[in-house]
């Protein structure tokens, strides 16, 4: 992948629930990027040049925009901003795409991607890619989130669930409804019927609950298994 600085101008902004936007920019010239891959985000906040790394989650087979999927921090300067600011027509400055953990990696015929919250918007770019591969015989995708309301791109991932039969997909929450038919608790809780043999496991999400599933997984003693983890704070 070449590294480039480029500019973009933010054309769309998605409310996709309380706490997570997707936020579209329009780029100044094309970009190539693999999907897993992330960009440097560098926007004026009140006069100081900020800077910040997301995530690309949007399609790789569109390189005239891209869209990363933000989530928001209490603590952080940035998203509250993002927040706070009617962002459609602001122009950014945009360095990468960056990152190890591509889809270029990953080789087996077995793929299960694990998100928890904002950390399923790459993992939403990453299916696109992987259900175009005809050699992929099974994807497994489950997101973990705390509330219902949390759960983003669902539309997205029961559609691709429903027009693919390689595809499966779980949502998990820690604090589901009452009467609610979704799964309650962590992704690690329900991981213990899944072979991970000969498989590539992609984690994204909070380093403790990475690490935690991660863990869960290696309990198991799977043979083979590749892990391409993106930890954040």
């Known amino acids: 992948m ?10 769309k902004v998605i409310d996709l629930s309380k706490t997570a936007k997707e936020i579209e920019i329009k780029l ?22 900020m800077r910040r790394a997301y995530s690309i989650s949007s399609s790789s087979s ?20 993002l927040w706070s600011t009617n962002l459609i027509g602001k122009e950014v400055d945009l360095m990468g ?8 990696k990953m080789k087996h015929d077995k793929i299960y991607l694990f998100a928890f919250g904002i950390g399923v918007g790459v993992v939403k770019s990453i299916s696109d890619y992987f259900i175009n591969i005809k050699k992929v015989k099974s994807l497994t995708i489950y997101t973990g989130s705390r509330q219902e309301d949390e759960i983003i791109y669902k539309e997205y991932f029961d559609k691709l669930s429903q027009d693919f039969d390689n595809v499966v997909v779980k949502y998990i929450v820690s604090s589901p409804l009452e009467g609610s038919n979704i799964s309650k608790g962590y992704i690690q809780d329900h991981v213990d019927n899944l072979d991970f ?34 930890g954040f704070h």
């Open 97 to 104: 795409p960056l990152g190890l953990n591509t889809v270029d």
């Open 197 to 230: 043999n000969n498989s590539d496991v992609y984690v994204c999400g909070q380093e403790k609950a990475c690490s935690d599933l991660v863990n869960k997984i290696n309990s198991l003693n799977p043979k083979d298994c590749n892990f391409y983890i993106e």
């Open 2 to 11: 070449n590294i480039k600085k480029i500019r973009g101008e933010i054309i």
């Open 28 to 49: 100044s010239e094309p970009i190539d990027f693999l999907p897993g891959s992330f960009i440097n985000l560098f926007i004026d906040v009140n006069g100081e040049i």
């Open 62 to 81: 569109n390189r005239d925009t891209l869209t990363l999927t933000v989530r928001l921090s209490l603590t952080g300067v940035m998203t509250q901003f």
